[in-house]
């Protein structure tokens, strides 16, 4: 199934012989896409200075709801292992799946009331999101936190010899403990190179105990040996080990060690499950959150970007146009060619009557005016806003 993209437009009414919606879905054709009635409240207006300005704030909220957006779900794959199946069900807004919650978008009036000033309305819109994101960042930092933590301990319990723990491994028997002279070492070598150990290790500093040395464990790749030498030699002992690619593991017996790693195991391994817990519920929160937000502040967007591109008095359409990315362009084509009169002097026809724009500098005058270009920096004769959802 093709991924949804989605347009919102908005309409002078004087454009329409019959009813707005059907007129948008003939234009853009039933192929090609979906056209779903998108409610814009009649908000304050303001002075056209301000206007200008909440644009402007509105372009870049829209930019922090598109990231923070994309972070929810990027963290939603990451607890969720990929599978886009099971981060799809997470992904509900207002006990909606997210295409039903667009598809029959209203305003909250409750939360952002209608009667407010928009600049009040922008800067709710803008702290809501703002700690929506804060939220869902903390809570996944601490799951990765302890996701980390967890497989540290795991290595230590599964790993080779290299890196998992030697407390459950090695007998303390084996071990020179308490001498002031003496020492033992541990040494992991690859099996592959445990002919070579034994051979060599008597010979490898000054002071090695002959023969002290003992195979304590083996797995697929590697054999653990101890070895003892005098503590004044320790150092170059260990130093040539390293030289010949064999790995010394620092070890201290502690008595119980082996049940107090055991514990902390269990310990994180709950913790971990609480926390995983507690960030999926944070980020389907999170995602309801965000996607209805993002979809408040594109209705600021059309509602401002129209009574800049329209004038008043305010009577206009505005509607939801469900596509894919292949056949966005395509509504795009349509609309154009049904509604690029509107721009005036921006777009004229070829004689082969396709819509061209005889005007270059219009795009950079309409931006520094307040009005919107396209979503790729492309002045649009009406009001036109692009975005999907990750």
Not at 47 to 70: F, I, P, S, Y
Not at 228 to 245: D, G, M, P, V, W
Not at 328 to 344: E, H, N, W
């Amino acid at each position: 199934m093709a991924p949804a993209q989605y347009i919102l437009v908005s309409l002078p009414l004087r454009v329409f012989d019959d009813d707005p919606l059907k007129s948008l879905a003939a234009t853009v054709g039933r192929d090609n896409g979906e056209v779903l009635p998108y409610p814009v409240p009649s908000f304050k207006i303001g002075t056209l200075d301000a206007l200008v300005q909440h644009a402007d704030d509105l372009a870049k909220l829209n930019g922090a709801c598109e990231a923070a957006v994309a972070k929810v779900a990027d963290s939603l794959r990451g607890i969720l292992d990929g599978d886009e199946d099971l981060v799809a069900q997470q992904k509900i807004v207002n006990d909606k799946p997210t295409d039903q919650y667009l598809r029959s978008f209203q305003w909250n009036k409750l939360r952002y009331r209608a009667d407010r000033p928009l600049v009040e309305l922008i800067e709710n819109l803008q702290n809501d999101l703002q700690n929506s994101d804060n939220d869902v960042k903390a809570k996944f930092n601490q799951y990765n936190t302890v996701k980390t933590n967890l497989a540290a301990l795991e290595r230590k319990q599964t790993g080779n010899l290299v890196t998992k723990s030697l407390t459950p491994i090695v007998d303390p028997k084996l071990l020179v403990q308490d001498s002031e002279y003496m020492e033992t070492h541990l040494i992991v070598v690859p099996t592959n190179a445990r002919k070579d150990f034994i051979r060599s290790y008597e010979t490898l500093a000054p002071m090695v105990v002959p023969r002290s040395s003992i195979q304590v464990a083996q797995d697929d790749e590697f054999t653990l040996f101890a070895v003892t030498t005098f503590k004044k030699t320790s150092a170059e002992f260990l130093q040539k080990c390293r030289e010949h690619k064999w790995t010394p593991r620092q070890y201290k017996y502690v008595e119980g060690g082996k049940e107090e790693e055991q514990r902390e195991l269990q310990r994180v391994e709950k913790e971990a499950r609480k926390v995983r817990a507690e960030a999926l519920l944070l980020g389907r929160t999170g995602w309801g959150e965000s996607v209805m937000i993002w979809a408040h502040v594109m209705t600021l967007r059309v509602f401002v970007e129209t009574v800049l591109r329209y004038g008043l008095p305010l009577e206009f359409a505005s509607a939801l146009i469900r596509t894919t990315p292949k056949q966005a362009k395509k509504v795009k084509t349509a609309l154009d060619s049904a509604y690029s009169y509107l721009g005036g002097n921006a777009f004229g026809r070829d004689k082969h009557g396709q819509v061209t724009k005889d005007d270059a500098s219009l795009t950079s005058e309409m931006a520094a005016a307040g009005l919107s270009v396209g979503e790729g920096n492309e002045y649009t004769a009406y009001v036109y806003y692009e975005f999907d959802l990750p």
